[in-house]
């Protein structure tokens, strides 16, 4: 029965600004990058993401530790439902050309493309967001059987 | 599930807050489950039946689902 959420730890704070630096190092380099061969793109934005991730994954350990049941209860509501309302509204906003169009001249401004081929921006995009949803169900389900096979071990002192 | 936590509050003038801290969660813990809007664990409840010096069963009551 943890104690209440109290604030912040250092090393929480810490990662916290990890977890943000990474990619805001990432948009800042972003017309550097461009002159740069795109080996070396991905691998930096890559690895900027790997951090991300980690601290990201690190500092959600940490702040679970620290919520009592109720938190945890509330964290277990709101992410649950949260995903699949996120997921469900980016589907939707995917059939609005509005946003289509919006999202085609976001990335034709990053890439600097003069005339860019809206197909196969709004393709990757789509893919990218399928295998996002795609991954996040396999990860839910092998996590789901693993704490199944956690919570259904033999005691250890019978 | 019932409960007499806010009698118990009461009868000791102890806020949901004094509560909370005694047993270790939060403010919103307490409310949520004086008011009946949350089922704490077996563990919470014997920690809130602790902190009134009182069994768990004076403390919470459970009643059977309607058939």
């Known amino acids: 029965m943890p104690s209440p959420r109290k604030a912040g730890t250092p090393l929480q704070m810490a990662l916290f600004a990890v977890m943000i630096l990474a990619p805001i190092s990432v948009l800042i380099a972003i017309p550097w990058l461009k002159q740069q061969p795109d080996n070396f793109v991905f691998l930096y934005s890559g690895v900027a993401a790997a951090i991300t991730v980690v601290a990201a994954f690190a500092n959600s350990i940490l702040f679970d530790r620290q919520l009592d049941e109720w938190q945890r209860t509330n964290a277990r509501f709101s992410a649950q439902w949260g995903w699949a309302a996120g997921a469900g509204l980016m589907a939707l906003l995917l059939s609005l050309p509005i946003f289509r169009d919006w999202m085609v001249s976001v990335v034709a401004d990053l890439a600097d493309a003069t005339n860019p081929d809206d197909t196969l921006a709004i393709l990757a995009f789509t893919f990218g967001f399928g295998g996002v949803v795609l991954v996040q169900g396999l990860c839910t389900t092998l996590l789901s059987i693993g704490w199944t096979y956690w919570k259904s071990r033999p005691a250890r002192d019978q | ?67």
């Open chain 2, 1 to 67: 599930m019932q409960n007499k936590i806010r009698v118990l509050r009461a009868e000791r003038k102890w806020s949901q807050a004094e509560l909370a801290e005694r047993v270790s969660v939060s403010r919103n813990s307490i409310n949520s489950i004086e008011n009946g809007h949350f089922e704490p664990s077996l563990s919470l409840a014997f920690a809130i039946a602790h902190a009134f010096e009182s069994k768990v069963e004076d403390v919470f009551q459970w009643t059977p689902p309607r058939a």
